[in-house]
């Protein structure tokens, strides 16, 4: 028998108070069922094989058709048989720790009785972790859901298929029922969905359009970043695809399309081409990379890192299909103020300068 298991950095660990950018909030078992196996129910097997899962998730899961055996989508009463292929992906499990409802505004953009859309301020930590345990999404959704079981246990991360960092603004869907947040895990497992990111990036990109590819993992020297491994030898498989949408002389303006969603992917895959994220501290776009040595440009460059004190990253739209009706949704947000401000100093600047040589 055959396992591999792909999952998620611990939320509660050291590597932000954020933790994840856009990554995705499951867990996906593949086996291959040894030749002597007795022909058992699947959901009694996956159960005696998955550590700590219970038979109630494993049918959730099924009744999602997340359980493929052979490629095809299975019931919970299915017979295994010898050498059969299983694949199965399950929504994250809630964690243990209780979690305080919190009345905190949010700015809906749909809900109905399965999912929530929400367009997300910079800030807002999504589920609590380390050095953030009030004040974040979570909190504000246990409130305003609180007549929902799922998210009436006090239980971390109810409903959550995704999720970007604090300081990234932008959509989330978010599932109000145990079917809903299998169908929309799916989805995201299946790259299915599909997810655009407005980017304020340093330098002036080389072509119009492009895409970074390299394995993304743990940071060798600081644990609280990633990495883009080149080679392969370490970290998950990630691609970003981007193009230029304004140049901005010492800054562009662009969109990225994420064919993966792997931790902090778009800011470590910007690091890694040496054009980092307008003001990003983790990643060195909080100083002056591209530019003059001037003292007018310099206390520029400040302003507008004062007007934008985060990584200037939007989540700016995100398409899936209801996990009930199969309708296709799409969602969009309008670039928020403060980048908007930053990108309209920047035309400005850009502007006078070319006056200024002509």
């Given at each position: ?5 792909d ?18 909030l ?12 007795a ?27 997340n ?10 009463s299915?017979k295994?048989?010898p ?9 994250y ?33 999504v589920?609590?972790?380390h ?14 859901l609180?007549?929902i ?8 991360r ?17 599932a ?24 304020l ?7 119009d ?8 993992g ?26 230029v ?10 969109e990225?399309?994420?064919e993966?969603?792997?931790t ?13 994220l307008?003001?990003?501290?983790r990643y060195?776009g ?6 003059t040595?001037f ?60 006056i200024?040589?002509?």
């Amino acid at each position: 028998m055959i396992s591999q298991k792909d999952s998620l950095i611990d939320p509660n660990d050291e590597l932000d108070e954020s933790s994840e950018e856009q990554s995705e909030l499951y867990e996906h078992f593949n086996f291959k069922v040894d030749k002597g196996q007795a022909m058992i129910r699947i959901d009694k097997y996956l159960s005696d094989k998955i550590h700590q899962v219970s038979r109630n998730r494993i049918q959730s899961a099924a009744d999602a058709d997340n359980i493929l055996v052979n490629g095809k989508a299975v019931k919970s009463s299915y017979k295994v048989k010898p050498l059969d292929s299983i694949s199965i992906v399950m929504a994250y499990p809630p964690r243990d720790t209780d979690i305080k409802p919190e009345n905190i505004p949010l700015n809906i953009l749909f809900e109905d009785d399965d999912l929530i859309v929400i367009d997300k301020k910079a800030g807002m930590v999504v589920h609590p972790a380390h050095g953030n345990f009030s004040g974040t999404l979570v909190n504000a959704l246990m409130y305003h859901l609180r007549d929902i079981p799922m998210f009436s246990s006090g239980e971390v991360r109810p409903g959550l298929v995704h999720r970007i960092d604090k300081n990234t603004s932008g959509i989330l869907v978010i599932a109000k029922s145990e079917i809903a947040m299998n169908r929309l895990a799916k989805q995201f497992f299946d790259r299915t969905s599909s997810r655009l990111y407005t980017a304020l990036v340093w330098g002036n990109m080389e072509t119009d359009e492009g895409t970074v590819t390299g394995h993304i993992g743990r940071s060798i020297r600081d644990r609280k970043k990633m990495q883009v491994f080149p080679n392969g030898d370490q970290g998950k498989h990630a691609v970003t695809h981007w193009k230029v949408l304004e140049r901005l002389g010492y800054v562009n303006l662009v969109e990225c399309k994420l064919e993966t969603g792997r931790t902090h992917q778009i800011r470590a895959h910007f690091e890694y081409i040496k054009h980092p994220l307008f003001n990003d501290d983790r990643y060195g776009g909080n100083i002056i990379v591209k530019g003059t040595v001037f003292t007018k440009y310099r206390q520029f460059v400040e302003n507008c890192f004062e007007i934008c004190p985060r990584h200037a990253l939007h989540a700016r739209s995100l398409g899936f299909k209801h996990p009930t009706t199969g309708k296709e949704m799409y969602f969009e947000s309008e670039l928020p103020n403060d980048m908007k401000k930053v990108v309209e100093k920047w035309r400005n600047y850009v502007s006078g300068r070319e006056i200024e040589e002509e």
